[in-house]
């Protein structure tokens, strides 16, 4: 008898406890299964601006935060009701313009690191990297001044992780454990964002086909959700309905995600009303989450019969 009391009131305690450290610290009650629209603007966001709007998730730079954890906070509790507030960060490649990156180091001197591969085709100022080399993990993950501790450190909710398509590109140049190297980089990304701040949310963008790859090891259990672009429009060209079999087949693995209680986030590239309107329809029949923007990611976006409740 006296061990059963014991044991209830250990699992009170426990409870109580639980309840006192959600009060105490709210990042602990992040709900990620509350999200029912978001937005995405990597460039020129406005935290009093995109404050007013009514979306549970903003997706942003970390520049937004400016300097200050505050203007973070205040975001996240703001006029237009309480949000989730997500930071961008690519990981399959190096961007020239971040505070990582040494002026001094030139492809064309045998300055560049030893992680640096070649400039991305399209994005002038991105340089693909071999994202399971020792160096670039220091920055992104295991360094002094890791920038997925300066994420945390600002009082974000959650990383978006771009080109983990890297794991493709390598793989397609004949690198066998590209993706298995890329699904353990997510991983440890994710364990080690959640020791700091507790159900700290990791998205990816695109890379639905990882969440397949390795579904039996526990990847879709460790993501958070994924964000997937030109779904339905804006593949090979904005304004434009990306390729009917091409999307059967994405639409396939990310019912699966959806299965798995996983959130399903779409960002599609077009400006005409129409399409915006079969967009959003064609999203929400099947449990995504639908946005549409411009390619540059940059404006605020409010599509009249999608507002955010």
Known sequence: MRRKMLWLLVVLFCAAWSSYAQEADPLLARDWSLVNDYIIQLQRGNVE??????????????????????????????????????????IGQAARFQYYWKPEWRREDGTWPEWAVEFDATWANDVWVQYWHPGWQDIILTGPDAYIDRIID???????????????YFESQG??????????????????????????????????DIGMRFRDEGYLETVTGVLVEDLYYGYPTDNVASPADWTAEREAMLDEWVAADRLVLT??????????????????????????????????????GHEPD
């Open 49 to 90: 601006r995109l404050g007013a709007t009514a979306f549970d998730l903003i997706i942003s730079d970390i520049a937004i935060a400016g300097s200050s954890r505050e203007r973070i906070e205040a975001l996240r509790q703001s006029a237009g009701g309480s949000k989730l507030i997500v930071a961008y960060m690519s």
């Open 154 to 168: 600002q009082g974000f909710d959650g990383v978006l992780l771009d080109r983990v398509d890297a794991a493709w």
């Open 175 to 208: 690198r066998e454990s590209a993706y298995q190297e890329m699904a353990d980089f997510v991983t440890a990304i994710a364990n080690h964002a959640r020791e700091r701040s507790p159900n700290f949310g990791i998205f990816t963008i695109n890379g639905e």
């Open 267 to 304: 960002v599609d590239y077009t400006r005409f009303d129409d399409q915006i309107d079969d967009a959003y329809a064609r999203s929400a029949a099947r449990g995504y989450i639908p946005y549409v923007s411009s390619r540059s990611l940059s404006r605020l976006f409010i599509h009249e």
